[in-house]
């Protein structure tokens, strides 16, 4: 992918040395950069992916991504946050993959791994084939993906679409219909104590079952 299609959406940027070089992977660790890479340049809690930049370039960095002129001559795309904004990148070097999934996304402080785990055991019940992101491991299928972060990177993440959507695809399944009921559901007791939370959520599973099963005309079973 060239340079210019890589970053034209990525907003409030600057140009340095630019050339449409061509770019064939995303890196944001020095020691495994290799040439054809765009270096990311992220700061972390101890360290920061600027002062790495040189070791980049000398392992063949094509173009770098950061937020503020590196005294290299290679192209730089100048960013006011590269961790916010190598999403950006990321989805567009992967072609947007989250696109050709259906996903159902759950955010919240406690529960996210039970639910999701709960949908996924339902949605593999009606024999939908289904990937899981989650804090103790990924899945695709009956595929185990292990994991040692609560959180994937951007580039991890989109790539991880990308193989979802590569082995499992894109569903004419009404899901977004079918579990839009869900947040409905969790919204009303979204105040109320624990026990009234939970009794909601199976409550809201048990209906998104119901509903998947008589759509599809097949029995269910939900333990």
Known sequence: MKLEDLIKNVTGKQLKN???VEISGISYNSK?????DIFVCLKGEHSDGHEFAKMAYENGASAFFCEHELDLS???VIVPSTRHQIAEIAAEFYEYPSRKTNLIGVTGTNGKTTVTTLIKNILSSCGIKTGLIGTIQNEIGDMVLPTDKTTPDAYDLQKLFLRMAEEIGYSAERLPDVFSQMSVWLAKDAENDRKEEASALAEALLHCADRLEQERSEPLEVV
């Open 18 to 20: 630019f050339e449409n």
């Open 74 to 76: 290679a192209p730089q």
């Open 32 to 36: 495994t950069t290799k040439k054809g």
